[in-house]
């Protein structure tokens, strides 16, 4: 079983910067990996993903503001957040993924692993 830790969340100004860690327990017959949040009164959203040939695909809200990345030789996920914005307030989650081919097509039911999340709080 897969399990994977967050880290790295915190409070922030707007305009500041954060990066994000996910650790995986393991990292065999893993081919993508993504990282979601979840905002009060939203529903969970992917805010990108990346496969193990490091592909990716990232959401039009975080586009140029965020990179992912994945050093799969220390199976560890990063997501680097730059000119944050309170919108961007929101529980973090990493998410883990052995289907192939979900790049374009990935939803929530693609991520059999999940974390339990950390908080990033972006103030005004």
């Known amino acids: 079983q897969v399990q994977l830790a967050e880290s790295g969340g915190g409070l922030v100004q707007t305009g500041g910067s954060l990066i994000l860690s996910c650790t995986a327990s393991i990292i065999f017959s893993i081919l993508a990996m993504a990282w979601y949040r979840h905002a009060p009164g939203e529903q969970r959203e992917l805010v990108a993903i990346i496969t193990i040939s490091t592909s990716t695909r990232y959401a039009d809200s975080i586009m140029f503001r965020f990179t992912i990345s994945w050093a799969n030789a220390k199976n560890t996920m990063w997501l680097q957040m730059n000119h944050l914005k309170p919108e961007d307030t929101a529980i973090y989650y990493c998410?883990?993924?052995?289907?192939?081919?979900?790049?374009?097509?990935?939803?929530?039911?693609?991520?059999?692993?999940w974390g339990k999340g950390t908080q990033v709080t972006v103030s005004s």
């Open positions: 998410a883990a993924a052995t289907q192939p081919d979900i790049l374009q097509a990935a939803t929530l039911d693609s991520f059999h692993h």
